[in-house]
């Protein structure tokens, strides 16, 4: 049974790439400081109590089946929560994302942030990679994206912790994973698991009696991709004006050459 490598934050972005490289995917402990995780949890607390799975305008039937029937889902966390806009910032991340990503781009985007609640009863979902989303990118494309799922509370066996295939990032076409090679990531509040966009993955089956599992999903792409989730539309304007410059620029609101460009220009001009 093969497992997941267990980075201390302190190990710095070297440690976390090697071990992406090798398995796709690790866990880092306390990714998020105990105030930040507080305070993420306490940004959100509202909104996921006043949602529910049924408030979702899915594109067709599979996508209904993939987000599941028993599980909140929350986008444009950047306009919803003033603590991941600072977390957005996280040192760890952006180094792991310029040894991955800024060999194939000028720059790289959010591609998405979302919040993501299984509720007990729900079912596993399937096993997919991220990059899926391009499925017109040619074989032996660079890594297009790098992700991370923080367990905002503790992931466990029981109420669905992420699944993940370590090492499929590797694999030919079409190869199918067998059930020895499919672990958990199990982990406390506070840690993350790290995969690239290539890894197998998918949310695990919550089998528990009442206990959700909160998680939250965000990752970045490369600048000249169109990514995942649309930040033009969930993240108000009025609300990017007053973030940072970094985050502005994150969020598409900085032309990459002639990629992204308003008025043969910066669309920052449009935040002034």
């Not at 990714?31 to 049924?54: F, I, M, W």
């Not at 990514?227 to 304007?237: A, R």
Request: aromatic residues 6%; negative net charge.
């Amino acid at each position: 049974m093969p497992e997941l490598q267990r980075i201390p934050v302190s190990a710095g972005s070297e440690a976390v790439c090697d071990a992406l490289d090798r398995d796709g995917a690790c866990i880092v402990e306390a990714a998020v400081c105990a105030e930040q995780l507080a305070s993420l949890n306490q940004d959100l607390e509202a909104l996921v109590a006043a949602s529910t799975p049924e408030k979702r305008t899915p594109t067709h039937a599979e996508m209904a089946r993939f987000y599941g029937a028993k599980t909140i889902r929350l986008d444009g966390i950047p306009g919803k929560s003033a603590t991941f806009v600072d977390f957005m910032l996280d040192p760890l991340m952006h180094k792991v994302c310029r040894q991955t990503l800024l060999p194939n781009c000028p720059d790289y985007l959010l591609n998405v942030a979302q919040l993501i609640q299984i509720g007990p009863g729900e079912t596993a979902q399937r096993l997919h990679r991220d990059e899926d989303a391009w499925s017109n990118m040619p074989e032996g494309s660079p890594d297009l994206s790098v992700q991370a799922m923080i367990a905002l509370t503790p992931f466990t066996a029981e109420n669905g912790a992420t699944q993940v295939v370590p090492g499929s990032h590797r694999w030919e076409p079409g190869r199918k994973p067998q059930a020895r090679e499919i672990v958990q990531a199990t982990m406390p509040a506070g840690s993350a698991i790290y995969y690239l966009g290539k890894t197998l993955h998918g949310g695990g089956a919550n089998v528990s009696a009442q206990e959700s599992r909160r998680g939250l999903f965000y990752g970045y792409v490369l600048g000249w991709l169109r990514t995942g989730e649309n930040m033009f539309l969930t993240v108000p304007i009025e609300k990017v004006r007053g973030m940072p410059t970094r985050v502005q620029e994150l969020l598409g609101y900085k032309s990459l050459g002639g990629v992204g460009v308003v008025d043969v220009g910066s669309p920052m001009e449009r935040l002034r």
